[in-house]
């Protein structure tokens, strides 16, 4: 009986732990759809945050299913729209209507 109570204890810590995780990665990936980026000076909360291995790990499965890409370069971190993604960001097509229709895929894609 109390180890069955323990059992169930440890796995109540568990799951709350993770539903913590999980609310504080959905909060890393919502600031950065909002602005983008995401440095110490902007929430030194949230950027600390995305320091813990396992928060890291769940912002990694949230933005592969909202096919985005979100990596720390130089202090920053950053949202970045995978290719293939047409609701975050632009399609190579929107590009070269922006850059002029006869631009090569790497001048769409610079300017």
Do not use: C, F, W
């Not at 047409?86 to 631009?103: C, F, P």
């Amino acid at each position: 009986m109390i180890m069955e109570e323990l059992n169930q204890a440890k796995a109540e810590s568990i799951r709350n732990d993770v539903e913590n995780n999980y609310k504080r990665a959905m909060a890393i990936v919502y600031y950065l759809l909002d602005k983008g980026e995401l440095s110490l000076d902007d929430s030194k909360e949230l950027y600390m945050d995305y320091s813990d291995k396992d928060i890291q790990h769940t912002v990694d499965n949230i933005a592969e299913s909202l096919k985005v890409i979100i990596q720390r370069y130089s202090h920053v971190i950053y949202l970045m729209p995978q290719e293939e993604n047409d609701v975050i960001g632009m399609n190579m097509q929107d590009l070269r209507n922006i850059a002029g229709s006869k631009s090569t895929n790497i001048t769409a894609y610079l300017s």
